[in-house]
T-cell receptor, first 116, second 110 residues
Framework: EAGVVQSPRYKIIEKKQPVAFWCNPI?????LYWYRQNLGQGPELLIR????????DSQLPKDRFSAERLKGVDSTLKIQPAELGDSAVYLC??????????????FGPGTRLTVL | GDSVTQMEGPVTLSEEAFLTINCTYT??????LFWYVQYPGEGLQLLLK?????DKGSNKGFEATYRKETTSFHLEKGSVQVSDSAVYFC?????????FGSGTRLSIRP
């Protein structure tokens, strides 16, 4: 079974430029998560989707971050414009659970973003 | 709010040493508890989990017991190997969210 796929693996951009990350979850997983992991820290949730609906985006900085999950499968996370403080690893995860259940989340390898 | 506090690293041990990585949590209700591991260059993987008090999660020789009275979920392994070198994250799950600790880097010397 293929795991969670993310691309690109690495991205270097200058500040004020836009950037987008793509995630393909495990087949059949209806819940998808985007996390940000700063250096030396644990992942922090940005947004959670159940199918195509964003059910928790309370931690997403909506002035510059946006996300979509059209058709309830692949997802894209975008930053526009990027700031120096956005340098981090952006992780995508998926799970088969929904609602209040806590099912095992499977993580992709992440995209390491460097903003210069 | 809910939070997880884990032992700061880095932790350096010799091969075959006993390992303990401490983890305590603060939560309302009855969370599930997890240990995730991140090997160099790889994504986070679930190592083990426990869903209720006194449950013991185990995998690959690692164990952790859900202790409600001390709000702890310490990770232990009796004899570590070089291949166990990684970053370990304690996490709690509640209301469909997972909250991670800051991670503990473990290095094992041959």
């Amino acid at each position: 079974e293929a795991g969670v796929v993310q691309s690109p693996r690495y991205k270097i951009i200058e500040k004020k430029q836009p950037v987008a990350f793509w995630c393909n979850p495990i087949s059949g997983h209806n819940t998808l998560y985007w996390y940000r992991q700063n250096l030396g820290q644990g992942p922090e949730l940005l947004i959670r989707y159940e199918n195509e609906e964003a059910v928790d985006d309370s931690q997403l900085p909506k002035d510059r971050f946006s996300a979509e999950r059209l058709k309830g499968v692949d997802s894209t996370l975008k930053i526009q414009p990027a700031e120096l403080g956005d340098s981090a690893v952006y992780l995508c995860a998926s799970s088969s659970g929904a609602g209040q259940r806590i099912d095992t989340q499977y993580f992709g390898p992440g995209t390491r973003l460097t903003v210069l | 709010g809910d939070s997880v506090t884990q032992m700061e690293g880095p932790v350096t041990l010799s091969e075959e040493a006993f390992l303990t990585i401490n983890c305590t949590y603060t939560a309302t209700g009855y969370p599930s508890l997890f240990w995730y591991v991140q090997y160099p260059g790889e994504g986070l993987q679930l190592l083990l989990k426990a869903t209720k008090a006194d449950d013991k999660g185990s995998n690959k020789g690692f164990e952790a017991t859900y202790r409600k009275e001390t709000t702890s979920f310490h990770l232990e392994k009796g004899s570590v190997q070089v291949s166990d070198s990684a970053v370990y994250f304690c996490a709690l799950g509640s209301a469909s969210k997972i909250i991670f600790g800051s991670g503990t880097r473990l290095s094992i010397r041959p």
